[in-house]
DNA sequence: TACGTTATCGATACCGGTATCGATACCAAT
DNA sequence: ATTGGTATCGATACCGGTATCGATAACGTA
């Protein structure tokens, strides 16, 4: 008792499968009568055509092989979702692989989605292996790495400068008159991201001959908890700083409810600068500086990018789509 | 110039075709000899097994359906790596859809995964409309339901009963001698849970006589920038409240951040009680009261439960996994 | 009446794997 | 020399769709 085929449609419509499935994918070449059977038929007995084998006979997959490395950290679903919104209704369906972060294991996420033969794969990052972009190459699909645009892509690069994102806050920063700064992250083992933007951090504070006062890191994953807790310490180290830094908003939000427990003003005495702008920053007692990443926008461009690439188009498209983070002070 | 197929690879190895699949599968009846010369042949060549026709021809696939209302609300990110983690090394994978709260949706990107024979299927919630059901029970493989207990499953069911955690809130609530109590909340045409738990709530507040001085609903996604801003609107209505039940934790830290600004003091005067024991809530400057749902454990659960079910033990197996949230006041 | 056109349909091959079973070679035992 | 067992291999069928092309019937027209 398995599921029903289309031959097990055509049989109790009284036609042969080639008319069945002609009839029930709206063909040419059948007869009126003919299409009423079949769609009876079929819904009668509850028929779910098989993209498997239509996939095989077609050559093509509807699929879009998405990887993220995690969905802990809120950034990561709202690109999922701008990607989920672009397929809506084109008939392109995507499917999302973690990778924890893990090189090993986002090439084997990667293997694994590429052998279902998808029409185009998403990833995150231009930091891949050579073994993993090997495989990318190799797919001869349209491949657009996502996020990040420090590097040479595969294939079509939609994202941001993180080191730039970082010098830019850095400067900004600077403009305020801070300057005994301090930094707060977690995992830059694992967030590229965020060390990049640290790197681009520290490189604009050695421009106005400065640099770090202190700083606190943590190997966990980044939220508001870890954030209060190294801020605390950090603030035992380096009760003078001005501004911290911090690895994103998630962190920062932390920040700011430890300054509120120590009776810190913010941002009068301290300034907290995250990044991303999420949406949390907004509902904050006080303002934090943040720069303003366009998540949800990256994943609508990567998914649009990866239709478009699909087409005779491809061609004629950029090959990388840079967006610029909007930086906010707050303390105005 | 396709993808190599694993006849291409035969020929490079000077084997057929049965040899190559046996060799790269590490099947019995091939010799050593064979075995290094298709290894070698794949490697060079850069094969990459297709899933399509082995799924076809296996009348199985490795994949495990799951479909959740949406990404924005971090439960349903946090319960898909649960999800994903079970998952990890047993060869299954998981394949997310979103339906937006939208029953439709919801129908469309279940049939849509159907028509890929997963071996089983992971949907949240109990409240799919009859046709949905019907899709579900006709795929004739493990179906787990997720999130919710208040209704009949078909299949298994992994959730806790929202009803009763908000009767357990109210309950607790009204133990700390609070009396005047308000509502914030959004989306509740939407989100049944929420919904449900609000029922729930206002049940116990009937059994102690009282009923909720005022509430302030909002159609928009749950966001501490909503709640805030209904709270504002509430507090505007009934400054007299010494106790707001919030739709949910991300709602209630909203709350949190409007008492801030208005100088009342939480949880002295006002008392927040929010629903997820979110990890935003253990870093709050003051303390909420809130239900810790088990969300990562649920996922886990269900993908277990899932795994087995498409085992022989799937008839020993109980079909209703209930959790208990764990309520935590805060005050005290 | 013979013929071309059009509408409708179905037989067959194919997509890229795997299960199955028969074929072959080699060796040991009788 | 015959037999039987073992190791290795490949031909074939099949999974469930679709593309392709030839077949058939109905019809109008020369």
């Given amino acids: 008792m398995r599921r029903p085929t289309l031959e097990e449609v055509a049989a109790a419509a009284g036609v042969s499968k080639m ?53 802990s950290n809120v950034v990561f679903p709202e690109v999922l979702s701008g990607i989920s919104a672009v397929l809506e209704g084109t008939g392109m369906q995507a499917v999302f692989g973690l990778s924890d972060y893990d090189p090993d294991k986002e090439r084997e996420v990667i293997r694994n989605m590429l052998s279902w033969r998808p029409s185009a794969m998403i990833v995150t990052g231009l930091d891949q292996p050579d073994e993993t972009l090997r495989l990318l190459r190799q797919a ?44 707060v992250g977690s995992g830059l083992g694992r967030d590229l991201r965020a060390a990049k933007r640290k790197r681009g951090f520290e490189m604009s504070l050695r421009q106005a001959d400065l640099s770090l006062e202190a700083e606190e890191v943590a190997p966990d994953f980044s939220s508001p908890s870890l954030g209060k807790r190294l801020t605390r310490a950090l603030l035992l180290k380096a009760p003078e700083l001005d501004c911290i830094y911090y690895s994103n908003d998630d962190m920062a939000a932390g920040g700011v409810f430890a300054c509120m427990e120590l009776g810190i003003a913010v ?17 904050l007692p006080v303002r934090i500086a943040t720069s303003h990443s366009p998540r949800r926008e990256m994943g609508e461009t990567a998914a649009r990018l990866a239709l478009q690439a699909m087409t005779p188009e491809r061609e004629r498209l950029e090959r990388i789509v840079a967006f610029t983070p909007r930086i906010t002070l707050g303390s105005e």
Same sequence: chains 1, 2.
Avoid: C, W
Wanted: hydrophobic share 45%; no cysteine; aromatic share 4%.
């Fill in 19 to 71: 008319t069945a499935s002609r009839a029930l994918r709206g063909a040419a070449d059948v007869s009126k009568d003919s299409i009423l059977k079949v769609r009876e038929a079929a819904e009668r007995i509850g028929y779910v055509g098989n993209q498997l084998a239509l996939s095989l006979s077609a050559q093509r997959t509807n699929l879009i092989g998405v990887v993220v490395p995690s969905l």
């Fill in 140 to 183: 001869d699909i349209p491949i657009v790495q996502l996020m990040d645009l420090d590097g040479e892509p595969v294939d079509f690069n939609v994202g941001l400068s993180h080191g730039a994102a970082g010098e830019a806050m850095g400067r900004a920063l600077l403009t305020t008159g801070r300057r005994r700064i301090g930094y």
């Fill in 267 to 283: 941002p009068d005495r301290l300034l907290i600068a995250g990044f991303n702008g999420l949406e949390i920053a907004d509902a």
